[in-house]
C-alpha cells in the first residue's frame, strides 16, 4: 500500500491539538540548519533553498507544517505561481520518519501524456520503439520516500485515471510489463489552479481530488505577507553575492519600492529582480524599475483596460525610452496571456492555439510572468 491510513478525520483533529504543542517545544534543527530571530523564522533546505515565516499566516503554516509532516498520509500543497510550494514540499519531506530516502519531483505539466506515464511508472525493454532496455519509474525509484507530483491541476484525464489507481493499492505496470509491481510511496501534491472549478469543469477527478485532499496546505502570495519581503531580500541578495562572488547590494530604498510592489510571479519573480540587481549592479535602475512597475500595477487593478499613453510618458521619465518600451511591451504581453487563458478556462493548449504560438513557448511564457489561474 502506498499510504497507511491509520485514523479517521476526528483522530486527525485531536493529533494537530496535541502536535502542535509538541512541534513548538520539541527541540528544533540544528544551529547550522535553523536561524531564529524575533522577527523572523530561517530554515535551510537541500539546493541551496531555504524556507522564510515572518509573517503570523506562514508562522501558523510552518507550524502546521512540523505537524503534519511525520503523519504518513497525502498532503495537496495549494498556492499560485512562484509561492514556494515545493519549498514547502522540501520541509514536508525534512521532518517526515523516512527523510533520509529520497525525494524525488515531477513537474507533471512540462511533459507530454505519453512522456509522463513513462516517467512515473518506468518500461520494460521493447515497450515501445527506443526502449532498449528496462527503465524504472518515478514511483519505483521514491520507493520508501516521497514524491512530489508538481503542477498536478495539469495532468490529462487518461493519466489521472491512472495515478488514482496506483493511490488506491499501491500497485502498476510498467509499460510492456506482464505483472504489476508494488511500491510505499509518500504522494505530495501541487497546483496553482482553482480545484473546485477544475473539477466543476471536468478538468479533474473528483474521486482522485479527494484522494490527495486528505490534508491541504495554502501557501499566501507574497502581496499578503509584505513583512516577508525585506527578509527574504536580505537572503537572496546575501546567498546571490555569495553565488556570483560579488558584493551585496541591499539599499533601504529598493527594500521600500518592493514593499509596494504586488510581486505577481511572487518569490520566482522576487529572486528574478534581485539577481538581475546583482548582476546588473544599477541601484537607480532597478528602484525605478519597481516604481514603474507599481504604477502599472496600480493602473492595472484601477482600470478594467490599462491607458497605455500617460504610463509609457511616466516610465519614459524614470527608465528612458529602450527600458520603458520593454516594460509597456511586457504589459501588453501579459494581458494577452491572461485574457487567452481566461477565454480557454486556463486550458493551456487551447489557448496556445488561439494565440498562435507553441504549447512550450505559452508554458515558458507563463512561467515567465508567474501567471496563475
Known amino acids: 500500500m502506498i499510504f497507511a491510513m491509520p485514523f ?21 534543527a540544528s544551529a ?19 524556507f522564510l515565516a515572518a509573517s503570523p499566516v506562514m508562522m501558523q503554516l510552518y507550524r502546521d507544517i512540523r505537524i503534519l509532516a511525520p503523519v504518513n498520509i497525502p498532503v495537496l500543497i495549494l498556492g499560485e505561481s512562484g509561492v514556494g510550494k515545493e519549498n514547502v514540499a522540501m520541509l514536508l519531506h525534512k521532518y517526515h520518519a523516512r527523510t533520509d530516502k529520497s525525494l524525488l519531483n515531477i513537474n507533471c505539466a512540462a511533459l507530454p501524456n505519453e512522456l509522463l506515464e513513462s516517467e512515473l511508472f518506468g518500461y520494460e525493454a521493447g515497450a515501445f520503439t527506443g526502449a532498449t532496455k528496462s527503465k524504472p519509474g518515478m514511483f519505483e525509484l521514491a520507493d520508501k520516500g516521497t514524491l512530489l507530483l ?3 491541476g495539469e495532468m490529462s484525464p487518461q493519466m489521472q485515471a491512472k495515478l488514482l489507481h496506483v493511490l488506491q493499492d499501491g500497485s502498476f505496470c510498467r509499460l510492456g510489463a506482464r505483472s ?7 504522494v505530495l501534491a501541487a497546483t496553482n489552479i482553482n480545484m473546485e472549478e477544475a473539477i466543476a469543469c471536468k478538468r479533474f477527478r ?7 485532499n486528505t490534508l491541504t496546505i495554502t501557501v499566501p502570495p507574497l502581496r499578503d505577507r509584505r513583512e516577508e519581503i525585506s527578509p527574504l531580500m536580505q537572503e537572496l541578495f546575501r546567498r546571490g553575492a555569495m553565488e ?12 521600500e519600492a518592493a514593499q509596494d510592489y504586488d510581486w505577481p510571479g511572487n518569490l520566482r519573480e522576487l529572486r528574478n529582480f534581485v539577481t538581475r540587481t546583482l548582476i546588473l549592479r544599477d541601484e537607480k535602475t532597478a528602484y525605478s524599475y519597481l516604481r514603474t512597475k507599481t504604477r502599472l500595477d496600480s493602473a492595472t ?12 510618458k511616466k516610465t519614459a521619465a524614470a527608465l528612458g525610452m529602450k527600458d520603458a518600451v520593454s516594460v509597456v511591451k511586457n504589459e501588453i504581453e501579459v494581458r494577452m496571456l491572461q485574457n487567452a487563458l481566461s477565454a480557454s478556462g486556463w486550458n493551456r493548449r487551447r489557448a496556445a492555439t488561439n ?3 507553441s504549447y512550450r513557448t505559452l508554458l515558458y511564457k507563463i512561467k515567465q510572468h508567474g501567471l496563475s489561474a
Request: hydrophobic residues 35%.
Open 355 to 357: 494565440l498562435n504560438i
Open 244 to 255: 556570483l562572488g560579488q558584493p551585496v547590494i541591499f539599499a533601504d530604498r529598493i527594500v
Open 32 to 50: 547550522a540548519e535553523q536561524v531564529r530571530s524575533p522577527e523572523y523564522h530561517l530554515e535551510e533546505l537541500d539546493n541551496n533553498r531555504f
Open 150 to 152: 508538481d503542477e498536478i
Open 206 to 212: 473528483e474521486d482522485l481530488y479527494y484522494r490527495l
Open 301 to 312: 487593478h484601477s482600470k478594467e483596460e490599462i491607458i497605455l499613453e500617460p504610463e509609457i
Open 180 to 186: 504489476a509491481s508494488h511500491v510505499d510511496v509518500r
Open 8 to 28: 479517521g478525520p476526528f483522530d486527525i483533529d485531536r493529533l494537530k491539538k496535541k502536535s502542535r504543542i509538541d512541534a513548538l517545544t520539541s527541540s528544533p
